[in-house]
T-cell receptor, first 112, second 116 residues
Framework: QQQVKQSPQSLIVQKGGISIINCAYE??????FPWYQQFPGKGPALLIA?????SEKKEGRFTISFNKSAKQFSLHIMDSQPGDSATYFC???????????FGQGTRLTINP | EPEVTQTPSHQVTQMGQEVILRCVPI?????FYWYRQILGQKVEFLVS????????KSEIFDDQFSVERPDGSNFTLKIRSTKLEDSAMYFC??????????????FGNGTRLTVT
């Protein structure tokens, strides 16, 4: 019940296209859902995050869509660029708890 | 921008040896964490540390593991007797207060531990 399931494992998108990565969870006590971006040789870096009281959050080209009833959330990258090529992790936590539960990661490749 | 620094970047050790992984969290942060990532797999929580004691740990964090804040700046992870399955990337992280929407985690670049 502590799992966060992420798909797809890998994704190839053409430059300028939309990249979509999906995550699902089971634990309804989760109330914080961040997305992390990881480049090779680096640690994960917070990209964008959402609380379940909103259905969408947008920051620049990055949007999180959140469906509380379905217990799903997704990351949309608009106008994808080669510099967006990285591994993306969704995660979840319970407010006040220390640990983040990560999804399995999606390796995104943007072809020029 | 302040960052979490980890040393060494890569450590090779023989099975059964003790290793200490070192981290310098961001200076005004109060919560410290260790996560690990086995090659090609997801990032997994190991332990969180606050006010000089462990505040939460996972089932992975057994008696072979220990953490310490030996001075005002360093935060260490010790593995007493390494096993082959301990080979992974170990990430240190810190946050100003308990992790969540108001206190995102800042990760270091990791230490790649290879146990032979």
């Amino acid at each position: 019940q502590q799992q966060v399931k992420q798909s797809p494992q890998s994704l190839i998108v053409q430059k300028g296209g939309i990249s979509i990565i999906n995550c699902a969870y089971e634990n309804t006590a989760f109330d914080y859902f961040p997305w992390y971006q990881q480049f090779p040789g680096k640690g994960p870096a917070l990209l964008i995050a959402i609380r379940p009281d909103v259905s969408e959050k947008k920051e620049g080209r990055f949007t999180i869509s959140f469906n509380k009833s379905a217990k799903q959330f997704s990351l949309h990258i608009m106008d994808s660029q080669p510099g967006d090529s990285a591994t993306y992790f969704c995660a979840a936590s319970i407010q006040g708890a220390q640990k983040l539960v990560f999804g399995q990661g999606t390796r995104l490749t943007i072809n020029p | 921008e302040p960052e979490v620094t980890q040393t060494p970047s890569h450590q090779v050790t023989q099975m059964g040896q003790e290793v200490i992984l070192r981290c310098v969290p961001i200076s005004n942060h109060l919560y410290f964490y260790w996560y690990r990532q086995i090659l090609g797999q997801k990032v997994e929580f190991l332990v969180s540390f606050y006010n000089n004691e462990i505040s939460e740990k996972s089932e992975i964090f057994d008696d072979q593991f220990s953490v310490e804040r030996p001075d005002g700046s360093n935060f260490t992870l010790k593995i007493r007797s390494t096993k082959l399955e301990d080979s992974a990337m170990y990430f240190c992280a810190s946050s100003p207060i308990s992790g969540g929407a108001n206190s995102p985690l800042h990760f270091g670049n990791g230490t790649r531990l290879t146990v032979t």
